[in-house]
Each structure stands twice: as structure tokens, then as C-alpha cells.
């Protein structure tokens, strides 16, 4: 309603790509806070990441967080795409960390982590599994088989 109004009281047509834009990533962070209250409402989530390389090779991390809803519902929210030069335990730590400061999240409030079958995320030694339990011990592993799903399918 706020925006139909403001988009109303002129005579401007709004279709610049500039202020396209900026009404994308003005949208786009209206759902993003959206989504952090339902996560923090929910007390617990969990993590889902993934590392992926893009056409231009490029690579990059997907960022899900899951939550089970007070009438346990399980709901999956994706909140992005983010561009790493490494895709290290480390560094996908650090993005994880980042992401998780970026939201106002905090490490204990986690109770689940979820990557692919990768010896740099699911390692039990040095992977980022091992980097989030040093950190948050009550955080369980669960491995993702949504990937070998889709490969069957």
C-alpha cells in the first residue's frame, strides 16, 4: 500500500534502472527482515550451505536456514547467493560467520548444519562442521541428499 501510493503521487513513470533497482533492494530487505523474525521467533534453526561454481566460474555459496514453525512445519528460507575466492573450511566458515553477524544470528541458537558430502565442509577434523562444533558443540551434522535426489530424478 506504502509503495502504490508513493508510486502514485506523481506524474514520473519509476522505470529508470537505477530506481528499479533501488526498489528491488528496497523489497528485497523488507523480505530478508521478514524472514530474520520468523527465525528468531522460531528460537532454533539450522544451516544449509552449499558451494557451487557459477558459469563465469566464478565461485559461490548458497545460504538457507531452516526452522520447524510452532505447528512443526519445517520451513526452508533461501537468503542468497554469496561470492567466495576460496572454497576452504575456513572461509566458508568465515562466510557463514558473516552471514550470521550480517542477520543479528547467534552461533548458540543453532541446532542443526547441513553440506554435501565435501571432506572442506563435512570433514569431522578440519571441515567447517568440525570449525562450527569447535565453536557451538550442541550443532548436528546432518548430511544433504537433496543433491543425490536430483541426480536420480
Known amino acids: 500500500p506504502k509503495l502504490k501510493s508513493w508510486l502514485n503521487h506523481s506524474n514520473y513513470k519509476w522505470i529508470s534502472p537505477v530506481i528499479v533497482n533501488e526498489m528491488l533492494e528496497i523489497m528485497c530487505h ?47 528460507f533461501f537468503f542468497g547467493f554469496y561470492e567466495t575466492e576460496s572454497t576452504t573450511a575456513k572461509s566458508l566458515f568465515s562466510i557463514l560467520k558473516d552471514v550470521l553477524c550480517q542477520f543479528d544470528l547467534s552461533l548458540d541458537r543453532c541446532c542443526g548444519q547441513c553440506y554435501d558430502g565435501a571432506s572442506n565442509v563435512a570433514g569431522h577434523l578440519s571441515g567447517v562442521q568440525a570449525l562450527v562444533k569447535a565453536e557451538e558443540p550442541r550443532v548436528v551434522y546432518v548430511h544433504c541428499f537433496a543433491r543425490v535426489v536430483n541426480l536420480v530424478v
Open 30 to 76: 523488507n523480505v530478508l527482515c521478514t524472514l530474520v523474525r520468523e527465525i528468531k521467533e522460531a528460537v532454533y534453526y539450522s544451516v544449509i550451505i552449499d558451494e557451487t561454481t557459477d558459469i563465469t566460474t566464478q565461485e559461490q555459496v548458497s545460504f538457507c536456514f531452516c526452522i520447524a514453525t510452532e505447528d512443526m512445519c519445517v520451513e526452508e
